[in-house]
């Protein structure tokens, strides 16, 4: 896979040690890539991400991957806080508003799939935005199709056990947090960060058919 550079100045060392242990990934939520480009190298934005995927499968690199892009922001995931240090962070060319371009997603999984290797990370460190910051992140949304990342093994399988028969959120939140949703968030917001990545068509309050995505068999 080509990967053109188009370095940002927008990053800095990785703190404390630390190493990437995460693959976090985001949706741009603007107009074109070439507008998200340049925003991710506006030095007055403060802004970066490692890589952009384009809607045509074109991928570039704006910061190396052992430097500490600022891609996440405030968020938690695993009982970890600085994300940013912990994480490669990959944009994708898409206002949130529908699917993504297929050729767009073949990009994704073959650097994915590199990113895994290169850095040993297991599946499971493969997220999205919103699932280290419910409270305030969308991305990369509804219309992100997880299931296809899982069966080619770039992202963590999805429970399929029983839970509970009857919907708790104080039980929701525990199988949860176990899952790697640790952030301090509301009851709803979590759900709703939840649903976003295993149920996104789901609406309404807390159902027993939320747990079985968090309960391992």
């Known amino acids: 896979m ?3 550079s188009h370095p940002s100045p927008n990053c800095g060392p990785r703190r404390d040690g630390l190493r990437p242990e ?3 990934i985001h949706y741009t939520a603007m107009h074109s890539a070439d507008a998200a480009l340049q925003r991710l190298c506006d030095p007055r934005h403060e802004v970066s991400a490692h890589y952009l ?9 704006m910061v190396p991957e052992d430097l500490r892009a600022w891609h996440a922001g ?3 995931w695993m009982g970890h806080d600085d994300i940013n240090s912990r994480s ?3 944009e994708l060319d898409n206002d949130g508003q529908g ?3 297929e050729a767009q997603m073949r990009s994704l999984e073959t650097l994915i799939r590199d990113l ?5 990370i297991p599946p499971q460190g493969v997220i999205g935005h919103s699932d280290m910051a419910p409270d305030r992140k969308f991305d990369p949304g509804p219309y992100f199709d997880w299931t296809r990342l899982e069966a080619a093994g770039l992202a963590g399988l999805r429970g399929t056990g029983a839970g509970p028969r009857t919907a708790e959120p104080e039980t929701f939140r525990h199988l949860a947090r176990a899952a790697g949703y640790t952030a301090d968030v509301t009851d ?3 759900l709703h960060a939840v649903r976003l990545r295993y149920r996104p068509q789901v609406t309404g309050p807390l159902t027993p058919e939320d747990y079985i995505p968090l309960v391992r068999a």
């Open 88 to 90: 490669i962070g990959i």
């Open 116 to 120: 895994l290797h290169r850095w040993s």
């Open 53 to 61: 995927i384009a809607q045509d499968g074109a991928v570039t690199q």
């Open 74 to 76: 405030t968020g938690h």
């Open 2 to 4: 080509h990967i053109h």
């Open 99 to 101: 699917p993504f371009a």
């Open 188 to 190: 709803d917001a979590l």
């Open 22 to 24: 995460l693959v976090v």
